[in-house]
C-alpha cells in the first residue's frame, strides 16, 4: 500500500486543552515515498490526472503537463505524471521548502523558480503565461480553477474524518492554500452537523507553505474556494503556527500518540510513519489549524467538551532548510 492514496489515519492529539482533537495523517497518502511521503495534496494530484485523463478534451497525448505550485501539489503530480508517462514541469515559488524541490525532481519532473519579489501569486501568473503562449505544448491541471480538487475532498476526506470519528465530529479546523480542502469537507458535511473554520496567513509575507492570504486586494481569490460555505473564517500568525507545530511536538515528545482509526494501514504501518527519527514533527499548517483550535476554544466557539479534526497536511521532514524544523533534521 506504499503508493495508496485516501483512507489515511487519524490520531489522538494533545494540546492541553478541554475538545478532544484529531489530528488526519495526510503524508499516508503514498507513505512509501521518500521526503516524508505524501501529503494533503496528493489527493488532488491524483484526482485532476484522473479527470483529465477521463475528459473527451483533457490532456492530449504528447502534451507535457505544466502545474503551478508551492511544493506539496507539484510533487504530487509530478509523481502521478511520471508514473503514466507524462513529461512534467513544476513552477514554484523561489522559497519553496528544500524537501519539496527535491522531492519534484526525484520524481523526473523540471522545475523553474520564480522570484519572491514578484508576491506569492507570481509563480501563478507565471505558469498561466506559459500555459497561453505554448501553442498547445502544455496541459495545465490549475488547482486553483480545477474542480476535482473540493470534489475529492467531498467525496474522501470530509466522509473519511466522519466516519473515523464515529461520525462524533462536530468541527473541522484548516487552512486555506486554494481552499479546496475546507470547502470540499464543508460540503460533505454541510448536513452532519459539523462545523467547518478556515483560516490564512494573518499577512501575505508570511511563512505557513501552501497558504495563501485571500483578503488582500492584490491576491486573486481561486475559484476552488467558497468562504460562504464555512461556517468562520480566521487570520492565523505565522509565529503562532510554528508555535503550535513545536507544541504538538513537545506534548507527543515522550507519549505514544493514540491511534483513533488506521484507516487502510496496520497499527505498526502507522507507528512506524508516524515519526522522524522518532521525532513528531508536524508541517506549519498544521500548527495554524492547532492554533486555531486552541483560539476557538477560549473564545467559546469549540466547547470542551466537542470533537475537533484538523488536517496534518504534511509531515515535517518536507521543511529541513525551514528554521521550524533545522534544529531536527
Known amino acids: 500500500m506504499n503508493g495508496a492514496v485516501g483512507e489515511t489515519p487519524l490520531v489522538e492529539l494533545d494540546l492541553g486543552i478541554g475538545p478532544d482533537v484529531y489530528g488526519k495523517v495526510e503524508w499516508f497518502n503514498a507513505a512509501g515515498r521518500d521526503h516524508g511521503g505524501g501529503s494533503i495534496k496528493t489527493?488532488?494530484?491524483?484526482?485532476?490526472?484522473?479527470?483529465?485523463?477521463?475528459?473527451?478534451?483533457?490532456?492530449?497525448?504528447?502534451?507535457?503537463?505544466?502545474?503551478?505550485?508551492?511544493?506539496?501539489?507539484?510533487?504530487?503530480?509530478?509523481?502521478?505524471?511520471?508514473?503514466?508517462?507524462y513529461d512534467v514541469e513544476i513552477v514554484v515559488p523561489e522559497h519553496a521548502g528544500r524537501g519539496k524541490v527535491d522531492a519534484i525532481r526525484d520524481a523526473g519532473a523540471s522545475v523553474q523558480f520564480v522570484d519572491e519579489d514578484r508576491g506569492y501569486d507570481g509563480f501563478v501568473e507565471v505558469a498561466r503565461r506559459r500555459?497561453?503562449?505554448?501553442?498547445?505544448?502544455?496541459?495545465?491541471?490549475?488547482?486553483?480553477?480545477?474542480?476535482?480538487?473540493?470534489?475529492?475532498?467531498?467525496a474522501t476526506t470530509g466522509p473519511e474524518l466522519y466516519r473515523g470519528t464515529d461520525t462524533e465530529v462536530d468541527h473541522f479546523v484548516a487552512g486555506a492554500g486554494t481552499g479546496g480542502t475546507i470547502t470540499g469537507v464543508a460540503h460533505a458535511l454541510a448536513d452532519r452537523g459539523v462545523s467547518v473554520h478556515g483560516f490564512e496567513p494573518a499577512s501575505t509575507d508570511h511563512d505557513i507553505a501552501g497558504l495563501k492570504r485571500m483578503r488582500s486586494p492584490e491576491t486573486f481569490v481561486p475559484d476552488t474556494v467558497e468562504f460562504e460555505a464555512l461556517d468562520s473564517r480566521h487570520a492565523v500568525e505565522t509565529d503562532a503556527a510554528h508555535e503550535y507545530a513545536r507544541v504538538l511536538r513537545n506534548r507527543h515528545?515522550?507519549?505514544?500518540?493514540?491511534?483513533?482509526?488506521?484507516?487502510?494501514?496496520?497499527?505498526e504501518a502507522v507507528r512506524d510513519h508516524l515519526r522522524v527519527d522518532g521525532e513528531f514533527l508536524v508541517g506549519p499548517?498544521?500548527?495554524?489549524?492547532?492554533?486555531?483550535?486552541?483560539?476557538?476554544?477560549?473564545?467559546?466557539?469549540i466547547g470542551t467538551d466537542e470533537t475537533v479534526v484538523i488536517p496534518l497536511a504534511d509531515?515535517?521532514?518536507?521543511?529541513?532548510?525551514?528554521?521550524?524544523?533545522?534544529?531536527?533534521?
Not at 515528545?253 to 497499527?267: L, Y
Open 131 to 154: 500555459y497561453e503562449d505554448s501553442s498547445g505544448r502544455y496541459y495545465w491541471p490549475n488547482q486553483y480553477q480545477n474542480p476535482a480538487n473540493p470534489a475529492v475532498h467531498a
Open 43 to 85: 489527493r488532488i494530484g491524483k484526482a485532476m490526472l484522473d479527470a483529465a485523463e477521463a475528459a473527451p478534451d483533457g490532456i492530449a497525448e504528447g502534451e507535457t503537463i505544466l502545474e503551478a505550485s508551492s511544493g506539496n501539489t507539484g510533487t504530487a503530480v509530478a509523481r502521478f505524471g511520471a508514473e503514466r508517462g
Open 253 to 267: 515528545e515522550a507519549t505514544e500518540i493514540s491511534i483513533r482509526d488506521t484507516g487502510q494501514w496496520s497499527v
Open 285 to 301: 499548517s498544521s500548527g495554524g489549524a492547532a492554533a486555531l483550535v486552541e483560539r476557538l476554544t477560549r473564545r467559546g466557539i
Open 315 to 329: 509531515r515535517g521532514d518536507r521543511y529541513p532548510d525551514r528554521a521550524l524544523w533545522s534544529a531536527y533534521l
